[in-house]
């Protein structure tokens, strides 16, 4: 009788440290599949404003294709908006245009790049 409330014990110690350490790997595989979808927001919306900021360079520089505007844009099942803005200014007399892109999808700070090109029209 006495060996049985002894295995018992031990057999309720181990079912509980199985379950303490089961416990723990669901929390950190949890945690490294939330910073994971993170990433990949925080990379697209890089992805999306480089695209439309190199679509808009081409566009001032060359005069080819269209001015990319502001817009949706759905990716990875993910819903971001892309603002573009430009902005003619003059650098010590020389005539130039910044333009701004900013990605952002729900919930996030968005991604901005920023950058100046030579007005040529």
């Known amino acids: 009788m ?3 409330g002894f295995l018992l014990f ?11 350490l089961i416990a723990g790997m669901a929390f950190s595989l949890h945690t490294a599949l939330e910073w994971e979808g993170k990433r990949e927001m ?10 439309r900021m190199e679509q808009a360079k ?15 844009v759905t990716r990875n099942g993910r819903v971001y908006q892309v603002d573009i ?5 003059e650098i ?17 700070e968005g991604f901005v790049l920023e950058t100046l ?3 040529r029209g």
């Open 42 to 51: 925080a990379l697209d919306e890089a992805l999306l404003a480089q695209d």
């Open 58 to 72: 081409y566009y001032l520089r060359f005069g080819k294709g269209a001015m990319p505007s502001s817009e949706r």
């Open 117 to 119: 090109v030579e007005d």
């Open 85 to 89: 803005r430009r902005q003619a200014e």
């Open 92 to 108: 010590q007399g020389v005539p130039m245009v910044r333009v701004r892109c900013r990605a952002a999808g729900r919930g996030s």
């Open 2 to 4: 006495k060996r049985k």
């Open 10 to 20: 031990w057999a309720l110690c181990g079912l509980s440290a199985a379950g303490v």
